[in-house]
């Protein structure tokens, strides 16, 4: 399995007699490279396994989120939209998303919400805080449009000082030109 690495004992014969975390090609290369012959590492039997049920990772093992909380808005929903190069107007593909922000909100109507505007590098920080400002207005706009009470929004600009991807290049720009709805 790629990336799969446990702890092993390795032999005395290794001369090492001590736990190492690596995997068997590791192990091989760590030896070649110290001129010792390669001899085959065992699983340590001292290591305690946690039981199936703590040890976590597994996304299928975890208990679904809460109803209402930001966790259960990520997983069923998604939390945020995008938006085109110097544009807060909503793109036709992002309606879909906003359309299920609305059907989220008004299932949990005690939810309170921030919806945070985000722009990508280029461009003035000023530029960009008003940027993000227009772009959170625009979601919060189509929301209350769909029935969504004014008063549970709010919204936020953070122009470009929080971006979700580092770089220079228009994938890493396309993603953080976006507004990111944010349960309180």
């Not at 760590?30 to 001292?46: M, T």
């Not at 703590?54 to 808005?73: K, Y």
């Not at 359309?99 to 109507?109: E, F, H, I, S, V």
């Not at 008063?151 to 971006?163: F, N």
Request: aromatic share 6%; net charge positive; hydrophobic share 30%.
């Amino acid at each position: 399995m790629p990336g799969y690495s446990r702890t092993y004992r390795l032999p005395r014969a290794c001369g090492h007699g001590q736990h190492h975390r690596l995997n068997h090609d590791q192990h091989r290369v760590a030896h070649a490279h110290a001129g010792q012959e390669h001899s085959p590492i065992q699983p340590d039997s001292r290591v305690r396994r946690l039981p199936a049920d703590r040890r976590g990772g597994d996304q299928h093992d975890q208990e679904p989120p809460q109803p209402g909380t930001q966790a259960d808005l990520v997983a069923n929903v998604g939390d945020r939209i995008f938006f085109d190069f110097d544009k807060s107007d909503v793109r036709s593909d992002q309606r879909q998303r906003l359309d299920a922000w609305a059907d989220w909100l008004k299932k949990y109507p005690q939810v309170t919400a921030v919806i945070e505007g985000h722009c990508d590098e280029r461009g003035t920080r000023e530029y960009n805080l008003a940027l993000g400002e227009r772009r959170a207005s625009s979601a919060k706009n189509y929301l209350v449009a769909k029935g969504v009470d004014a008063k549970r929004l709010q919204t936020i600009s953070y122009g470009k000082e929080r971006p979700a991807v580092l770089g220079s290049n228009e994938a890493s720009w396309s993603q953080n030109r976006r507004a990111v709805l944010v349960v309180q």
